[in-house]
């Protein structure tokens, strides 16, 4: 859904949000661990990549919040051996009242009140479920059929899953093989979980915490067919062959983003063993809120001393006749206080209110919010193409540059008019 959506233009996380049923799913999070692995130790830089990971096929559903959490665990898991710290430092990046944060404080709750894990796995998903696999009944256990497991929002799966990763972290007691079982037989997505609770158990307790009867059926060689083998593969060889030369490959592009952003972070050999000054509380989402989720499911466009988000309403979409209100805020991220000219350039025949040109006032962090905000009306009699493209150009009196924000508009005469958000009045 993703790649159909940026065919038509669309950039994240409009690409992940529209029309796509499956935002709350888990293929996101199963992406997690290669930002945690090039900031170990530096969990709001690793959430921060999770996050532009994620918008791009989940947008601002489940999915993205479940990325952005085990991403900030793993991260910090560099540096922090203690599940349940790491479980509060996962939840202070995503918002306190979505499904993925619900479900881990279920599991949480379950483990606290002595339940088994089959009696947790129960009381998970007696409140956070999907459907069954392709709506199908079929692919329900009748077990779970008659307590009504099956029976749920299609594709809203993030929030259990990640609740079962959390039941196998809590009462796999730090064992290799009861965190991997006991995860993988609560069920759900099974690979996704297993897959990433393994990873999580591999930063906290190293490779040589895991059972040689597990290692020496699997081997150290990398199989694929995710990817295509013969020009990656056969030209240059630019797959690596074992996991030994995938981790020196991780650890390298770690070195560069440690030295390229300036992290208090030194790779060394073996497990941390002197952590005496660690302030535990930076490993937490910096602020009142973390800033990348202040413009959620909104394109925020970066330049190097502005940010530009822009809000669609409810769906990029524009009918024939239909006033469409797209607002744009403006982000100072510099010292220096200034007046930003802005002018819209539209299709022939299109109409805006109040005007193609506007101007803001933008002030610095020190005489308050560094934002403005500004709401503009587009109208057409007909909407003639399927993808309809305006651009908003931004300027400074005196510099000779502009910034300029793409403004994407797909044909919705055929969308149904059920939107009553800010967008679609």
């Not at 921060?48 to 919040?65: K, L, N, S, V």
Request: glycine letters at 10%; a negative charge.
């Amino acid at each position: 859904m993703a790649k159909i959506n940026m065919r038509s233009a669309l950039p994240p996380p409009l690409s992940g949000s529209y029309h796509n049923a499956y935002k709350h799913s888990c293929g996101a999070f199963i992406r997690s661990e290669i930002w945690a692995c090039i900031a170990p130790g530096c969990p709001a830089v690793a959430a921060a990549y999770a996050y532009e990971d994620a918008i791009i096929d989940h947008g601002d559903g489940e999915g993205t919040f479940a990325e952005v959490f085990v991403a900030a665990m793993e991260s910090a898991a560099f540096v922090l051996n203690d599940v349940p710290r790491l479980l509060e430092i996962g939840l202070s990046y995503i918002p306190a009242d979505c499904g993925v944060a619900g479900a881990v404080r279920n599991a949480i709750a379950s483990h606290d009140a002595g339940l088994s894990w089959l009696e947790a796995r129960d009381a998970m998903l007696e409140v956070y479920r999907g459907s069954s696999a392709a709506g199908d009944p079929v692919h329900t256990s009748p077990r779970d059929r008659e307590k009504g497991f099956h029976e749920g929002q299609q594709g809203w799966d993030a929030p259990s899953n990640i609740g079962m990763l959390v039941l196998g972290l809590l009462y796999g007691e730090g064992a290799f093989d009861k965190t991997l079982c006991t995860t993988v037989n609560l069920g759900e997505d099974t690979d996704c979980t297993g897959a990433t609770v393994g990873s999580l158990y591999g930063i906290l307790h190293g490779a040589e915490a895991i059972p040689e009867e597990w290692l020496t059926p699997v081997g150290r060689k990398i199989k694929t067919a995710c990817l295509n083998l013969g020009e990656l593969g056969y030209f240059g060889n630019q797959l690596p062959a074992t996991v030994d030369e995938l981790t020196d490959r991780t650890e390298r592009i770690a070195q560069q983003v440690i030295l390229r952003r300036h992290l208090p972070v030194t790779l060394a050999e073996g497990t941390p063993t002197d952590l005496s000054d660690l302030d535990v509380q930076t490993l937490y989402a910096p602020g009142h809120g973390w800033s990348l989720l202040r413009n959620l499911g909104q394109p925020v466009y970066r330049f190097d001393f502005f940010e530009v988000a822009v809000n669609y309403g409810c769906a990029p979409i524009i009918r024939d006749g239909v006033p469409k209100t797209i607002a744009l805020t403006v982000r100072n991220t510099y010292k220096v206080m200034e007046n930003l000219n802005v002018h819209w350039y539209l299709p022939a025949g299109w109409r805006i209110s109040p005007s193609a040109d506007a101007r803001l006032f933008l002030p610095n962090a020190y005489l308050g919010t560094p934002e403005a905000s500004a709401c503009f009306t587009l109208e057409t009699d007909a909407v003639t193409r399927p993808s309809n493209r305006c651009v908003v150009e931004l300027s400074i009196e005196g510099r000779p540059t502009a910034m300029t924000v793409p403004i994407i508009l797909l044909n919705g005469n055929s969308e149904p008019h059920t939107c009553t958000a800010v967008g679609d009045e």
